[in-house]
């Protein structure tokens, strides 16, 4: 169910990010884009440690988010 997968938040506040992105441009690989809480906690923490672009590529999408 949707409601046991981790949130944005959760995700969010288990990253960490090195400042070696600052100013940088960033391609970051998701294998399976879901509800994109991932990839949104990924833009979030990188953006707050200054990348400059940050391009977000994914191998497949679900089709459908009720399983």
């Given amino acids: 169910p949707l409601d046991e997968r981790p949130s944005i938040e959760e995700h969010y506040?288990?990253?960490?990010?090195?400042?070696?992105?600052?100013?940088?441009?960033?391609?970051?690989?998701?294998?399976?884009?879901?509800?994109?809480?991932?990839s949104e906690a990924c833009i979030r923490r990188l953006k707050e440690k200054g990348a400059n672009e940050i391009y977000l590529f994914t191998l497949g999408r679900t089709t459908s988010c009720y399983y």
């Fill in 13 to 38: 506040n288990s990253l960490s990010c090195s400042d070696l992105v600052k100013h940088k441009s960033i391609i970051l690989f998701d294998d399976i884009y879901t509800l994109g809480r991932t």
